[in-house]
């Protein structure tokens, strides 16, 4: 039994980077077309996005490539629309996009603003706008709430998309979010990693 039959899924970073093996956003994509998803493939490579959705095919699984770039807003905004468009809701979002070392980050005495705010703004920001480009198409289509799921790599591993769009607790999220990342940096091996 597919466990994903009739769900639709967008998938943020969908493409694959230079190397060896396959990364995560395929795979995951992959194993979303074997489970019976039908799955928009996004990423900023659309050549990449493109090539994903030729494997997921072959899978079995109906897949779209889209192009969007989580540095921009409107570019994710795009692709929920278009998800929405096309299949008329969505229940899956996994957000699959982050930097670590690309991104220029460093231990704290070499870090640069500019690096830190790329790292913070791909990782943290793009999660973030992918949600709320997610909760707008989930406002703009008619379908029950208790079916939701956004599922985000660096944020939210699996939360009701109702909790996205405001509740009595939500007020203060961004700033737990952001108490999240503080207590991580905290955390000794975070500063002093191997022993140090």
């Given amino acids: 039994m597919m466990r994903l039959a009739g769900k639709i899924a967008v998938v ?29 493939a996004v990423d900023r490579d659309l050549a990449s996005a493109e090539e994903t959705a030729v494997l997921a095919a072959k899978s079995g699984g109906e897949c779209v490539a889209f192009q969007a770039d989580v540095m921009h807003e409107a570019t994710l905004a795009a692709a929920m629309a278009a998800a929405v468009a096309r299949w008329g809701r969505i229940d ?15 231990p704290l005495d070499e870090l640069t603003e500019a690096a830190f705010d790329r790292v913070s703004a791909i990782n943290l920001r793009g999660t973030i ?33 109702g909790r996205l769009q405001g509740d009595e607790s939500s007020d203060d999220r961004f700033h ?11 955390h000794p091996r975070q500063l002093y990693p191997a022993g140090g």
């Avoid at 979303?32 to 998803?37: L, N, R, V």
């Avoid at 956004?150 to 699996?158: D, N, R, Y």
């Avoid at 737990?176 to 905290?186: H, I, P, T």
């Fill in 12 to 40: 943020v970073g969908a493409g694959q980077s230079p190397g060896e093996g396959i990364g995560n956003g395929r795979a995951t994509v992959l194993r979303f077309a074997q489970e019976g998803a039908k799955t928009l």
């Fill in 176 to 186: 737990r979010a952001a108490g999240v990342a503080q207590r991580a940096l905290r």
């Fill in 129 to 161: 706008m992918a949600c709320k480009a997610c909760a707008a198409g989930h406002a703009a289509a008619t379908f029950g709430r208790d079916r939701q799921h956004l599922v985000g790599s660096s944020l939210w591993k699996h939360l009701p998309a």
């Fill in 92 to 106: 899956i979002l996994h957000n699959n996009v982050g930097v670590s070392i690309a991104g220029g980050d460093k």
